[in-house]
């Protein structure tokens, strides 16, 4: 398996531009995590998924973000308008059940 | 809260050194206890996984324990080698797979 895959592995935007990011989880695995990781405040789990549907998203900064799992083999992150305070390296990962998560390589967002 | 800290925030040792890394957690109610590399511009990489039900976990070089009444968790390296140098993170699962981080602790081995 190729491990988790993320891309774009680097955006540049300008402020106020729609932003998605995409994840395709590792082959069997039904758990989706969406992560946002800053110096100031370190990895943040943002949403997860299992089996498809949103479980908790308590972590979703601002109605801007959205994010969706259509099926089991992909997952978008939406920032809507975007801003400078959403430059950070965003992080996919899946697993399973009571498992280790397997983290993609990160998507890293510069907002002008 | 669940609040997880490493200490130290950063580490030099000379190659070939055994060293500790420290976890604390403030709330022992966890499901388990997970140990990532994170290499500078990368993504992470699980090193070890404890559940709650267990002691500690080996990988090579590497040993993770936990003392879950105590809120604590360590990973020693042994012998360590320049290629060892990363930022180390560990994370609590809190339930239903919620992952709290703690602050990292970056290593360096030099040669």
């Known amino acids: 398996d190729a491990g988790v895959i993320q891309s774009p592995r680097h955006e540049v935007t300008e402020m106020g531009q729609e932003v998605t990011l995409r994840c395709k989880p590792i082959s069997g695995h039904d758990y989706l995590f969406w992560y946002r990781q800053t110096m100031m405040r370190g990895l943040e789990l943002l949403i997860y998924?299992?089996?498809?549907?949103?479980?908790?998203d308590s972590g979703m900064p601002e109605d801007r973000f959205s994010a969706k799992m259509p099926n089991a083999s992909f997952s978008t992150l939406k920032i809507q308008p975007s801003e400078p305070r959403d430059s950070a390296v965003y992080f996919c990962?899946?697993?399973?059940?009571?498992?280790?998560?397997?983290f993609g390589p990160g998507t890293r967002l510069t907002v002008l | 809260k669940q609040e997880v800290t490493q200490i130290p925030a950063a580490l030099s040792v000379p190659e070939g050194e055994n060293l500790v890394l420290n976890c604390s957690f403030t709330?022992?109610?966890?499901?388990?206890l997970q140990w990532f590399r994170q290499d500078p511009g990368k993504g992470l990489t699980s090193l070890l996984l404890i559940q709650s039900s267990q002691r500690e976990q080996t990988s090579g070089r590497l040993n993770a324990s936990l003392d879950k009444s105590s809120g604590r968790s360590t990973l020693y390296i042994a012998a360590s080698q320049p290629g060892d140098s990363a930022t180390y993170l560990c994370a609590v699962n809190t339930g239903f797979q919620k992952l709290v981080f703690g602050t990292g602790t970056r290593l360096l081995v030099s040669p």
């Open positions: 990962a899946s697993g399973a059940s009571e498992n280790e998560q397997f």
């Open positions: 709330d022992s109610a966890i499901y388990n």
């Open positions: 998924f299992n089996n498809n549907v949103p479980i908790d």
